[in-house]
């Protein structure tokens, strides 16, 4: 069915349901006898999927219905005491990253609210896209990491560079390594800033799009949810040039820039 039929659908039954002398009853009532005849299945379990959930859980989360923006969200509300973004569905697998991420570096948070589709309970209210961490709770970001050159035990180059793919906790704010690509010619960004000698801008420009490139190549090797290239350096802390190795980031996308740590200490060697 058209989005315009579905969305007029959806907002008579929501407009029913919020009123006093009809509620949820005549709602669903409605959708039995009237509209579950001009909606599609899917059109169907979704709607219900969202009046099961606004009723149990409007109260809770503070819900309020959602137009048809274009956001990808049912609802707004608050979940713990941040402003959120609900989506609701009964299929997790349904859901593309990348429908979101164009939303996610700004505004409230997003929530995927999954309810069982037989009984239409809620299971789980879920963060969008990343894994938790075990110890913590934190986000998992999957990040790659340009290491430098490597050189043999005698101090000669090998003329290639490790990249290691590893998850970083927001919580913990430490790293799990994942696995380590071995390229020749894709250089550290402090490598390749170098190549530009003391021209500051145009370094400073090269070694951004570089970093970007990076990027994109291997959001295409490993997956869609990559958000962010680091570099593994040694910070200077102290005025006599003392400080710690750490993997601190080149680029983040803006869909995690709010939860990513700036940097990650790490020992000298990765």
Known sequence: MSAEN????????????????????????????????????????????ELKFYECYKNEFYLTVAGDTGEHADFAGIFGSQPARFDVTTNI????????????????????????????????????????CNCCGGYLIPTIVLL?????????????????????????????????????????????????????????????QHVISAYKYFRRQHSDYLMAVGSHNYIVTMPKGGGHWAINFNFVNSAVSREMPIEIVCSHEI
């Open 148 to 208: 430098d050159q490597n050189y043999n035990r005698h101090g000669e180059s090998q003329w290639n560079n490790d990249q290691l793919l590893i998850d970083v906790c927001t919580g913990c704010e430490e790293y799990t390594e994942n696995h380590r690509y071995i390229h020749s010619g894709l250089f550290s960004a402090s490598e390749y800033y170098d190549f530009f000698g003391g021209d500051v801008d145009l370094a400073e420009k090269a070694k951004e």
């Open 93 to 132: 697998n349904f859901k593309n990253f990348l429908d979101y991420e164009p939303y996610m570096g700004s505004g409230p948070i997003y929530k995927v609210a999954l309810l069982d589709q037989g009984s239409f309970d809620v299971i789980d209210v879920l963060d969008l896209a990343f894994p938790r």
């Open 6 to 49: 579905y969305n007029k659908i959806r907002r008579i039954l929501f407009s029913t349901a919020n009123k006093p002398n009809k509620g949820f009853s005549v709602a669903y009532e409605w959708m039995e006898s009237t509209y579950c005849k001009q909606l599609d299945l899917k059109s169907y379990y979704g709607l219900m999927t």
